[in-house]
């Protein structure tokens, strides 16, 4: 089990952009798939993106692909989310991953089994 923090979440209106940060407790991170998930009200949770270990691939959710883009920091344990070009329907709870399964199945295995590990979530709000 890894623990997860997520940062970075708050207002911002349409158009604009946000980073997202969320920090590891462990030194397996660099051992680790990461990805990001957000969950809007009412809603099921959503793929957004995941990276490899090495960070030398990503993959993303259709709905953010080409506004969004998913980076890693190993020497710090840290994941990051930078969210572009943001529209009100981005509006949700973003929450961070992390398994020791291969990133480009994150989508599928992270709602259907218990491989991933989740952080508390940072909620993310964009105005119109």
């Known amino acids: 089990q890894v623990d997860l923090v997520e940062s970075g979440g708050g207002l911002v209106q349409a158009g604009g952009s946000r980073r997202l940060s969320c920090v590891a407790s462990?030194?397996?991170?660099?051992?680790?798939?990461m990805g990001w998930f957000r969950q809007a009200p009412g809603k099921d949770r959503e793929f957004v993106a995941a990276?490899?270990?090495?960070?030398?691939?990503?993959f993303y959710g259709a709905s953010v692909k080409g506004r969004f883009t998913i980076s890693r920091d190993n020497g710090a344990n840290t994941l990051f989310l930078q969210m572009d070009t943001l529209k009100p329907e981005d509006t949700a709870d973003y929450y961070c991953?992390?398994?020791?399964?291969?990133?480009?199945?994150?989508?599928?295995?992270?709602?259907?089994?218990?491989?991933?590990?989740w952080g508390q979530g940072t909620q993310v709000t964009v105005s119109s």
């Open positions: 990276i490899t270990r090495s960070g030398g691939a990503t």
């Open positions: 991953i992390a398994t020791s399964g291969p990133a480009n199945v994150v989508e599928t295995m992270c709602i259907r089994t218990s491989r991933c590990s």
């Open positions: 462990t030194h397996t991170f660099a051992t680790s798939a």
